[in-house]
T-cell receptor, first 112, second 114 residues
Framework: LAKTTQPISMDSYEGQEVNITCSHNNIATNDYITWYQQFPSQGPRFIIQGYKTKVTNEVASLFIPADRKSSTLSLPRVSLSDTAVYYCLVGAAPSNDYKLSFGAGTTVTVRA | DADVTQTPRNRITKTGKRIMLECSQTKGHDRMYWYRQDPGLGLRLIYYSFDVKDINKGEISDGYSVSRQAQAKFSLSLESAIPNQTALYFC?????????????FGQGTRLTVV
């Protein structure tokens, strides 16, 4: 299982773009990169997943360089409601033995 | 109604008591997971089940047991609760035919052992 490293915390202000980088140096060929968001006292929520290059949805964008040893979750124009913990997971989607393992995540605090 | 339902939502129990946390899902997913979360920490995997006949230990299974009674039900038991099992517990499901990496979580069970 590829180990991931991400910052413990980040602070931002409303309207700014927040970029969270996750390092996964030993990512395997079949591994996908997945990000979750967790609000206080709620379960995590899947927000985006990618394999290479760039993925965008209504919530965020995910940038993955060619070597795939890192990835960056980008939250455009954050608001106070984006204050949450963000988790980066790496694993093989087709793998029968893949289990979802979460690290400590990055606590993003958005201030007015 | 929630797709992944945990009961109870809150529970206070005494040291040494046996307690069961229940999880049921209406999503038809084959895979189910139990996690615990302590304040300021991420989620740690306790047990996971890839189908009704498949149960696996996670990172912190000591002191816990599980039962997959049906595809839709996955229960977590604390045989003899101790105070350091006080935590927020989450159940999750995923569909291996769609994506092993997209999971859906319940609302959580806040357990306090006194």
């Amino acid at each position: 299982l590829a180990k991931t490293t991400q910052p413990i915390s980040m602070d931002s202000y409303e309207g700014q773009e927040v970029n969270i980088t996750c390092s996964h140096n030993n990512i395997a060929t079949n591994d996908y990169i997945t990000w979750y968001q967790q609000f206080p006292s709620q379960g995590p929520r899947f927000i985006i997943q990618g394999y290479k290059t760039k993925v965008t949805n209504e919530v965020a964008s995910l940038f993955i360089p060619a070597d795939r040893k890192s990835s960056t979750l980008s939250l455009p124009r954050v608001s106070l409601s984006d204050t949450a913990v963000y988790y980066c997971l790496v694993g093989a989607a087709p793998s029968n033995d893949y289990k979802l393992s979460f690290g400590a995540g990055t606590t993003v605090t958005v201030r007015a | 109604d929630a797709d992944v339902t945990q009961t109870p939502r809150n529970r206070i129990t005494k040291t040494g008591k046996r307690i069961m946390l229940e999880c049921s899902q209406t999503k038809g997913h084959d895979r189910m997971y139990w996690y615990r979360q302590d304040p300021g920490l991420g989620l740690r995997l306790i047990y996971y089940s890839f189908d009704v006949k498949d149960i696996n230990k996670g990172e912190i299974s000591d002191g816990y047991s599980v039962s997959r009674q049906a595809q839709a039900k996955f229960s977590l038991s604390l045989e003899s609760a101790i105070p350091n099992q006080t935590a927020l517990y989450f159940c999750a499901t995923s569909d291996s035919q769609v994506s092993n990496t997209e999971a859906f979580f319940g609302q959580g069970t806040r357990l306090t052992v006194v």
